[in-house]
């Protein structure tokens, strides 16, 4: 938390009793939540591909940030690892249900937004 704004990095982490209570303590103006990495991985010992679900799906990244009653919602990790995929803009219907997040933020690797 800071003077000015407050942010708030998930990690790897799903929805949890915790973010309610983190949600209740701090006005958090952008959280960063990781979301919707799921796709066909090689096995590490067979080689063979399996499908292999990550991180929130449209559902869990939505109730997670209504939780936090973030203002802004930056959604990660939809893009990073090869063979693992997601659209970030599946949320928008999910977060509409929701009174938070105000707002959803769509940032590709390498963009920059402003706290």
């Known amino acids: 938390e800071h003077d000015a704004r407050t942010f708030f990095h998930g990690g790897d982490a799903r929805p949890s ?3 309610d209570d ?3 303590r701090y006005d ?4 960063v939540l990781a979301f919707g990495s799921s796709g066909m991985i090689p096995d590490k ?3 063979e591909p399996t499908y292999t ?5 449209e559902n869990m990244a939505a109730e997670a940030a209504a ?15 090869k063979g693992l995929t997601a659209d970030p ?9 929701h009174p938070y997040p105000e707002r959803l933020e769509i940032l590709e690797i390498g ?3 402003s706290l």
């Open 89 to 97: 803009c599946a949320l928008r219907p999910h977060v509409r249900s």
């Open 28 to 31: 958090i103006d952008l959280g």
């Open 22 to 24: 983190v949600g209740d």
């Open 17 to 19: 009793d915790a973010f």
């Open 45 to 47: 010992e067979t080689g």
């Open 111 to 113: 963009d920059r937004t």
């Open 67 to 81: 939780q936090l009653e973030l203002d802004r919602l930056v959604p990660t990790h939809w893009d990073m690892w």
């Open 53 to 57: 679900k990550w991180y929130s799906d």
